[in-house]
């Protein structure tokens, strides 16, 4: 079972996003920030959702455009997701082997 506040909490930083986009790009920094990290921590679900609006893909690739450096992954997170990769391919290996 999915708890409530989780479940709100997402939906209105979701709700949130949605609304800096509509307004974008006339943002705070502030503002671009909380986007930036719902773009890139939230749930993929809301994040779909958000982005898959129509009347809202203009300024979605926009403020995509500006802020292209920090969406990137990094050097970090690409070799977090190597060391998962080769951790369940291992497994695999292991497992089918024994």
Excluded: C, N
């Excluded at 909490?9 to 990290?37: G, H, V, W």
């Excluded at 050097?75 to 060391?83: K, L, W």
Aim: glycine letters at 10%.
């Amino acid at each position: 079972m999915t708890d409530d506040k989780d479940g709100s909490a997402a939906q209105a930083q979701a709700a949130r996003a949605e609304d800096i986009f509509r307004r974008y790009p006339a943002i705070t920094k502030e503002e671009a920030q909380e986007a930036l990290t719902f773009l890139k921590r939230g749930r993929h679900l809301d994040v779909g959702r958000v982005t898959g609006m129509a009347e809202l893909q203009t300024s979605i690739e926009a403020f995509r455009h500006e802020h292209r450096r920090t969406l990137r992954m990094s050097m970090g997170e690409y070799a977090m997701f190597a060391a998962g990769v080769l951790l369940f391919i291992g497994g695999l290996f292991w497992v089918l082997a024994g």
